[in-house]
């Protein structure tokens, strides 16, 4: 037996490797030529896997629940105990390419291609964060690309008891196609993926977490309450906010510094005339038991203090058409101004960068790392020149080699779990310590519900710490009754999520895009009595919660099971928890139900068959694989807890 026993066949056109990767896990490799194949790509699968019992059996690659079996030239993944097929590359078609498509050395085309046969029947799960609103995923065409409120991670979760890793950060798409799966990468030299069989949706998402690395837990004082607006503009600003919620005896873990409390962008440093003793700032926020969140932007003015030495270092991303790699942005004095991006996929950039942090922002508990898609127009991605290639051919590892960059300068200075909010990562990107969120989305109730499928397809993706800006970003009047409801239904929902922030650019603006801009209120108190009173009873449910969070950010760092995940995860045998879209569970033993529609006070609830259940406020048990239309007063939503667990939320 051995930890590396692999299947290898060539064709006329490439070689292909298949070797044990893991406990019940394959990584399958294929290349014009062997040298090819080890060439390792920056991203997931770059940790040495883990020992196995893989062994070589009559042709076949056996290890734990996987094997493995290779027919002129098609790969078929079957479960080891009884033969059934998990997954297999689709057959060569008459005048078709195979099921592996890979550049020739007279092809201008750089794209390669991957099929598999499609299953009827098959739910797929996870890719990231996509916004269209759906779970199962089986039918899209999802673009492999990071934008504002997208996030790609190209890991699947399949029904049928596997799951799929496109080891490729290249653009690209996969099409979940009625016959066809088929993943393209749109510049590349190699196919790499890797494959797991599990019998239940914890054990694949454990073996990605093993394969891909484990996150690490969270610091106590993240599963509190988070405060942020776009913006406090200055010290005095923000600290009232502060001493408000200390002076009314509300709970408060972290206070957000929003962007353009710099002179430039890329100077990475608070202006002196807004902010002019950040020290005694964190000092008195520290003395409240509240951490400071800073926002800090990946471009860097031409005009920064830190642009010159940058560029002669070679720290700034390059244009394939020349020179720099520029967007303007708003800029002090001028409506517009062009600004660069530092190169995170290069190490040094990395530790430049860091350095200038660990110099200007000491005491900072956590860096909000907005905008590391990275933000600028559609084309960003493709004209991108990085130290580690193109951006056709990398460009979706940028954000996680940025939100890297903190997370290895953090744990250099001895930080034992490392932190940091993000708009963008990749595969593998749970293991920098990464709260990620959902970018700017629509304050409507449209909106509010295509996040709880985006939240669970994230969970399904490895990724145990996501939330959105409670009440939606752009827009909302705190004096609008309408959107008064939205906000509460979206706190209520917040309050159970792995993390709970409130931000918001909320009506009225100050102005439009620029460095004069702010939002008008968006605090706990800024939306009436009624709207006051719902919202400090969730903030003391969240406090209560802390202790169960806690125990979760232990169990997604041992396990890798997401906090917040579908009700399949925990009960895979009731066939009705798969379709359900719009309730999740927290942890094994919380059952929530949003609402997120305008004017309901009440919803179906679908409590799942392996366990009986108690609704909080009422105390009656459930026999569990019920339907019940549950109360739901604007005071709270649905919450079922299990029988037997000892969580409480809302007084009985």
């Given at each position: 037996?051995?930890?590396?026993?692999?299947?290898?066949?060539?064709?006329?056109?490439?070689?292909?490797?298949?070797?044990?990767?893991?406990?019940?896990?394959?990584?399958?490799?294929?290349?014009?030529?062997?040298?090819?194949?080890?060439?390792?790509?920056?991203?997931?699968?770059?940790?040495?896997?883990?020992?196995?019992?893989?062994?070589?059996?009559?042709?076949?690659?056996?290890?734990?629940?996987?094997?493995?079996?290779?027919?002129?030239?098609?790969?078929?993944?079957?479960?080891?105990?009884?033969?059934?097929?998990?997954?297999?590359?689709?057959?060569?078609?008459?005048?078709?390419?195979?099921?592996?498509?890979?550049?020739?050395?007279?092809?201008?085309?750089?794209?390669?291609?991957?099929?598999?046969?499609?299953?009827?029947?098959?739910?797929?799960?996870?890719?990231?964060?996509?916004?269209?609103?759906?779970?199962?995923?089986?039918?899209?065409?999802?673009?492999?690309?990071?934008?504002?409120?997208?996030?790609?991670?190209?890991?699947?979760?399949?029904?049928?008891?596997?799951?799929?890793?496109?080891?490729?950060?290249?653009?690209?798409?996969?099409?979940?196609?009625?016959?066809?799966?088929?993943?393209?990468?749109?510049?590349?030299?190699?196919?790499?993926?890797?494959?797991?069989?599990?019998?239940?949706?914890?054990?694949?998402?454990?073996?990605?977490?093993?394969?891909?690395?484990?996150?690490?837990?969270?610091?106590?004082?993240?599963?509190?309450?988070?405060?942020?607006?776009?913006?406090?503009?200055?010290?005095?600003?923000?600290l009232s906010v502060a001493r408000e919620h200390r002076a009314r005896g509300l709970p408060l873990s972290v206070?957000?510094?929003?962007?353009?409390?710099?002179?430039?962008?890329?100077?990475?440093?608070?202006?002196?005339?807004?902010?002019?003793?950040?020290?005694?700032?964190?000092?008195?926020?520290?003395?409240?038991?509240?951490?400071?969140?800073?926002?800090?932007?990946?471009?860097?003015?031409?005009?920064?203090?830190?642009?010159?030495?940058?560029?002669?270092?070679?720290?700034?991303?390059?244009?394939?058409?020349?020179?720099?790699?520029?967007?303007?942005?708003?800029?002090?004095?001028?409506?517009?101004?062009?600004?660069?991006?530092?190169?995170?996929?290069?190490?040094?950039?990395?530790?430049a960068m860091w350095a200038i942090m660990r110099r200007n922002y000491p005491g900072v508990a956590v860096f909000?790392?907005?905008?590391?898609?990275?933000?600028?127009?559609?084309?960003?991605?493709?004209?991108?020149?990085?130290?580690?290639?193109?951006?056709?051919?990398?460009?979706?590892?940028?954000?996680?080699?940025?939100?890297?960059?903190?997370?290895?300068?953090?744990?250099?200075?001895?930080?034992?779990?490392?932190?940091?909010?993000?708009?963008?990562?990749?595969?593998?990107?749970?293991?920098?310590?990464?709260?990620?969120?959902?970018?700017?989305?629509?304050?409507?109730?449209?909106?509010?519900?295509?996040?709880?499928?985006?939240?669970?397809?994230?969970?399904?993706?490895?990724?145990?710490?996501?939330?959105?800006?409670?009440?939606?970003?752009?827009?909302?009047?705190?004096?609008?009754?309408?959107?008064?409801?939205?906000?509460?239904?979206?706190?209520?929902?917040?309050?159970?999520?792995?993390?709970?922030?409130?931000?918001?650019?909320?009506?009225?603006?100050?102005?439009?895009?620029?460095?004069?801009?702010?939002?008008?209120?968006?605090?706990?108190?800024?939306?009436?009595?009624?709207?006051?009173?719902?919202?400090?009873?969730?903030?003391?449910?969240?406090?209560?919660?802390?202790?169960?969070?806690?125990?979760?950010?232990?169990?997604?760092?041992?396990?890798?099971?997401?906090?917040?995940?579908?009700?399949?995860?925990?009960?895979?045998?009731?066939?009705?928890?798969?379709?359900?879209?719009?309730?999740?569970m927290l942890g094994p033993d919380l059952l929530v139900a949003p609402v997120t529609t305008a004017g309901a006070?009440?919803?179906?609830?679908?409590?799942?068959?392996?366990?009986?259940?108690?609704?909080?406020?009422?105390?009656?048990?459930?026999?569990?694989?019920?339907?019940?239309?549950?109360?739901?007063?604007?005071?709270?939503?649905?919450?079922?807890?299990?029988?037997?667990?000892?969580?409480?939320?809302?007084?009985?």
């Open positions: 037996m051995s930890a590396n026993a692999a299947l290898v066949f060539g064709t006329d056109t490439e070689t292909v490797r298949i070797e044990a990767w893991g406990a019940h896990s394959v990584r399958v490799r294929a290349a014009t030529g062997p040298a090819g194949l080890f060439t390792e790509l920056p991203g997931a699968l770059d940790r040495p896997p883990s020992p196995s019992v893989a062994r070589l059996d009559g042709g076949r690659l056996v290890n734990g629940r996987i094997t493995v079996a290779v027919e002129d030239g098609r790969i078929r993944f079957l479960h080891t105990a009884g033969g059934r097929e998990l997954l297999a590359e689709r057959g060569t078609r008459a005048f078709t390419p195979g099921p592996r498509v890979l550049p020739g050395p007279d092809d201008e085309s750089r794209a390669i291609e991957q099929h598999f046969t499609a299953y009827d029947g098959e739910r797929l799960h996870g890719l990231g964060q996509q916004p269209h609103g759906r779970l199962d995923q089986k039918g899209h065409v999802v673009d492999l690309v990071q934008r504002n409120t997208v996030v790609s991670i190209p890991f699947l979760h399949s029904s049928r008891g596997y799951g799929l890793l496109w080891n490729n950060p290249a653009l690209g798409r996969v099409e979940l196609g009625a016959d066809t799966t088929r993943w393209v990468a749109d510049a590349g030299d190699r196919i790499d993926y890797w494959v797991t069989a599990g019998d239940s949706p914890a054990e694949i998402l454990a073996a990605y977490a093993e394969a891909t690395g484990p996150a690490p837990e969270l610091p106590s004082w993240a599963t509190g309450f988070w405060q942020s607006k776009l913006r406090y503009r200055s010290q005095e600003e923000l206070i957000v510094c929003d962007f353009f409390h710099w002179p430039r962008m890329g100077d990475w440093r608070f202006d002196e005339a807004d902010w002019p003793d950040p020290a005694a700032m964190i000092a008195e926020l520290d003395g409240m038991g509240v951490k400071l969140a800073v926002s800090v932007w990946p471009t860097v003015d031409r005009e920064s203090e830190n642009f010159a030495a940058l560029e002669a270092a070679g720290h700034l991303v390059g244009d394939v058409r020349g020179g720099l790699l520029t967007h303007t942005w708003p800029a002090v004095g001028s409506d517009r101004s062009p600004c660069a991006l530092i190169d995170s996929t290069d190490p040094a950039a990395r530790e909000w790392l907005d905008a590391n898609e990275p933000v600028g127009p559609p084309w960003t991605g493709r004209r991108a020149r990085y130290a580690i290639g193109d951006g056709a051919a990398f460009g979706n590892v940028y954000g996680a080699l940025h939100h890297r960059a903190f997370t290895e300068g953090q744990r250099a200075d001895g930080v034992e779990r490392p932190l940091s909010l993000v708009r963008s990562t990749w595969a593998g990107g749970q293991r920098d310590g990464i709260a990620l969120w959902s970018g700017d989305v629509a304050p409507t109730f449209a909106s509010f519900a295509a996040q709880i499928t985006a939240g669970l397809n994230v969970a399904m993706s490895g990724i145990p710490w996501w939330h959105t800006d409670i009440g939606g970003f752009s827009g909302g009047d705190p004096g609008d009754p309408a959107y008064r409801e939205l906000l509460v239904r979206w706190f209520q929902y917040g309050t159970f999520s792995p993390v709970m922030r409130l931000h918001g650019d909320r009506r009225p603006h100050f102005t439009s895009f620029s460095t004069d801009m702010t939002g008008g209120p968006n605090e706990v108190w800024s939306y009436g009595e009624e709207a006051y009173a719902i919202l400090r009873e969730h903030l003391a449910v969240r406090e209560r919660l802390r202790p169960y969070l806690a125990t979760l950010s232990r169990e997604a760092h041992l396990t890798g099971a997401p906090p917040m995940r579908p009700l399949f995860f925990d009960f895979p045998g009731d066939e009705r928890a798969w379709d359900v879209a719009d309730q999740f006070r009440s919803r179906e609830v679908h409590l799942p068959a392996g366990a009986n259940w108690r609704g909080l406020g009422a105390g009656d048990v459930i026999e569990g694989g019920t339907t019940v239309e549950a109360a739901a007063p604007l005071e709270r939503i649905p919450v079922f807890v299990r029988e037997g667990a000892e969580v409480f939320t809302y007084a009985v």
